[in-house]
């Protein structure tokens, strides 16, 4: 998302866009500090396609992949927030490609500290994902996070705070890393 993609917008009118883009620089930051090299494809409120492109959001993810492809990272998370009919759904959930190995293992680590670490009360479990465009197209492992259901009003409330956006960044950071050491 970004650009003229907002994704999903909350009751608050937060956009998916501006939380995925405070998540993803926190994250940043978190493995910048710790000497990691970070690469992000979006760092601005913009999206990755020409301004009279009649497909942006294809032309958006391809050339997402592109940026992925020349950095050919150990591994690739993209953070996202969800959204459901029934806003009593909530939680974080982590998506892998159904038919990667090492992407299970990156989102196992990765939900496990989100649950954990945010204190969930009904963990929702990793989810195989052959549809996902970003998954099935990555060259390195990769992961998509939701951090958040939009449509949920707690939620939507919590992940604007900067003390829980914090929390999420650690929590994915801790996934990251033990997957990492293994």
Same mark, same amino acid.
């Given at each position: ?13 937060i956009t998916e866009k501006t939380l995925n883009l405070i998540y993803a620089k926190k994250l940043a ?77 990156? #989102?196992?680590? /990765?939900?496990?500290?989100?649950? $954990?670490? *945010? +204190? ?12 996902y465009y970003i998954l099935k197209r990555s060259d390195s492992v990769t992961v998509l996070a939701e ?21 999420? #960044?650690?929590? /994915?950071?801790?996934?990251?890393? $033990?997957? *990492? +050491?293994?």
């Amino acid at each position: 998302h970004g650009g003229d993609d907002p994704g999903m917008t909350g009751n608050s009118k937060i956009t998916e866009k501006t939380l995925n883009l405070i998540y993803a620089k926190k994250l940043a930051q978190l493995f910048t500090d710790a000497g990691y090299r970070v690469v992000l494809t979006r760092e601005t409120e913009g999206g990755l396609y020409d301004a009279d492109s009649s497909h942006k959001k294809a032309q958006d993810m391809q050339r997402r992949c592109g940026v992925i492809a020349q950095a050919a990272p150990v591994l690739t998370v993209s953070i996202h927030q969800n959204s459901y009919t029934n806003p009593a759904v909530c939680g974080p959930q982590v998506f892998y490609f159904e038919y990667s190995d090492k992407g299970k293992v990156l #989102a196992a680590c /990765i939900q496990e500290q989100l649950n $954990e670490r *945010l +204190e969930i009360v009904s963990p929702r479990q990793i989810k195989a994902n052959t549809n996902y465009y970003i998954l099935k197209r990555s060259d390195s492992v990769t992961v998509l996070a939701e951090c958040a259901f939009l449509s949920n009003p707690e939620e939507a409330a919590k992940i604007q705070t900067a003390e829980y956006q914090e929390k999420v #960044a650690q929590a /994915i950071c801790a996934g990251i890393l $033990e997957y *990492l +050491e293994n």
